[in-house]
């Protein structure tokens, strides 16, 4: 049995002055969201023993907050660009090429290509309320802890997936709730 941590960049700065996205940084609220989601991973006694991460700078600031708060700060992430702005598909490929032995693997990046990534490992089921609010929206973030019945990542395909969580950072902070339009 393997466990898969998918894990979305904190809320972005959209004010910064930045060339490319792939620059853009997180704003205070997402270093906040990062910091309680780390912190809910250390007191939930989640492993975490591989790191596959895109190398954006929204990625890499929420893993500079996420890691301690998590107590993870002595695993080196793996930085794969492939993540950036991927499809699930190519999010499966990663995982198959950079989970080698891993039990506990995190992968940190971006939508769609996470929610998408969760929905595609997790069969449609009419009692998986947890699926069905991924499928609502993965906010930044946010994380699900899946359980995928393999011994080798190599073998990950869709559908193969259960999620035992998922937790957003209003779930943790009301203040954290999105604004109301």
Same mark, same amino acid.
Request: aromatic share 2%; hydrophobic share 50%.
């Given at each position: 049995m393997k466990s898969l941590t998918i894990?979305?960049?904190?809320?972005?700065?959209?004010?910064?002055?930045v060339e490319r996205d792939f620059d853009r940084p997180i704003n205070p609220r997402g270093r906040r969201g990062a910091e309680l989601i780390g912190q809910y991973l250390k007191k939930?006694?989640?492993?975490?023993?591989? #790191?596959?991460?895109?190398?954006?700078?929204?990625?890499?600031?929420?893993l500079d907050i996420f890691q301690p708060a998590a107590d993870l700060d002595a695993l080196e992430p793996h930085w794969d660009r492939r993540i950036y702005l991927a499809?699930?598909?190519?999010? #499966?490929?990663?995982l198959r090429d950079t989970g080698r032995d891993a039990e506990h693997l995190l992968i940190a990046g971006h939508n769609p290509g996470l929610e998408d990534l969760a929905l595609m490992l997790v069969p449609e089921s009419a009692n998986d309320?947890?699926?069905?609010? #991924?499928?609502?929206?993965?906010?930044?973030?946010?994380?699900?802890r899946m359980e995928i019945d393999i011994d080798d990542w190599h073998r990950l395909d869709i559908g193969m997936a259960r999620i035992v969580a998922f937790v957003r950072p209003r779930d943790l902070d009301p203040a954290l709730a999105p604004s109301m339009d």
């Open positions: 894990l979305r960049h904190a809320k972005s700065g959209w004010d910064a002055p939930q006694a989640l492993s975490v023993d591989r #790191i596959v991460a895109s190398p954006a700078v929204r990625v890499t600031e929420t499809s699930a598909a190519t999010l #499966i490929e990663v309320p947890l699926r069905a609010e #991924i499928e609502a929206k993965l906010p930044t973030s946010a994380l699900v």
